[in-house]
Nanobody
Framework: QVQLVESGGGLVQAGGSLRLSCAAS????????MGWYRQAPGQQRELVAR???????NYADSVKGRFTISRDNAKNTEYLQMNSLKPEDTAVYYC????????????????WGQGTQVTVSS
């Protein structure tokens, strides 16, 4: 019922920047929390950053001061600005959202995007 599509990944040198976007579409009534997670090869998926509908944010310690999460509620889109990238930031980045849909009643469910690869070379 809800699709999340990420874009903006790619290959960048250490110290560079990338901006990820995630657009949500479907029978959306509202979106509560949104977030970005990442998974490196052989590692568990981990939280990068989350943002509430009101704009409150929290970050993993490893990205504080370098990454910024934001959202445009009118467009059902969230962003992740990544600066001062390090090789250890290399991973597949996933968009996540708690979305409320309406179909003979309201239902809140958690959704994931397909992921976008970020590779940081040293």
């Amino acid at each position: 019922q809800v699709q999340l599509v990420e874009s903006g990944g790619g290959l960048v040198q250490a110290g560079g920047s990338l901006r990820l976007s995630c657009a949500a579409s479907g029978k959306i009534f509202s979106i509560n929390d949104m977030g970005w997670y990442r998974q490196a090869p052989g590692q568990q998926r981990e939280l990068v950053a989350r943002i509430t509908a009101g704009g409150s944010t929290n970050y993993a310690d490893s990205v504080k001061g370098r990454f910024t999460i934001s959202r445009d509620n009118a467009k059902n889109t969230e962003y992740l600005q990544m600066n001062s990238l390090k090789p250890e930031d290399t991973a597949v980045y996933y968009c996540n959202a708690d979305a409320v849909t309406y179909n003979y009643g309201f239902q809140e469910s958690n959704y994931w995007g397909q992921g976008t690869q970020v590779t940081v070379s040293s």
